[in-house]
Nanobody, 124 residues
Framework: QVQLVESGGGLVQAGGSLRLSCVASGRTFSKQAVGWFRQAPGKEGEFVTAITWTGATYYADSLKGRFTFSRDNAKNTVYLQMNSLKPEDTAVYYC??????????????????WGQGTQVTVSS
């Protein structure tokens, strides 16, 4: 497993942008899929986006066009650029890693390593 540490969350006004980062430790990170999930207060967690080890990305349909996911394997880091933020994007955002065999998944159960989360708050 890898250890994941998220950063970049904070308070932003609606329409603003944030960039989340997730730094991983572990030699196998470059061969793992990485995803972002989020959980808002009182709601179930939901899939946000994921990226395969080759850099292919896929997104929740409702977020396409506003969020961009990228990775820098040399730095063991992934980035989630979030633009045009809305109050409904308010949530704790979690970075997670999945083994190569689960690449392409958007199911939380397929992700075996999780960060502690970073809070994103979007004010109206």
């Amino acid at each position: 497993q890898v250890q994941l540490v998220e950063s970049g969350g904070g308070l932003v006004q609606a329409g603003g942008s944030l960039r989340l980062s997730c730094v991983a430790s572990g030699r196998t990170f470059s061969k793992q899929a990485v995803g972002w999930f989020r959980q808002a207060p009182g709601k179930e967690g939901e899939f946000v986006t994921a990226i395969t080890w080759t850099g292919a990305t896929y997104y929740a349909d409702s977020l396409k066009g506003r969020f961009t996911f990228s990775r820098d394997n040399a730095k063991n880091t992934v980035y989630l650029q979030m633009n045009s933020l809305k109050p409904e994007d308010t949530a704790v955002y979690y970075c997670a890693a999945a083994p190569l065999s689960r690449s392409g998944s958007n199911r939380p159960d397929d992700f075996t390593s999780w960060g502690q989360g970073t809070q994103v708050t979007v004010s109206s």
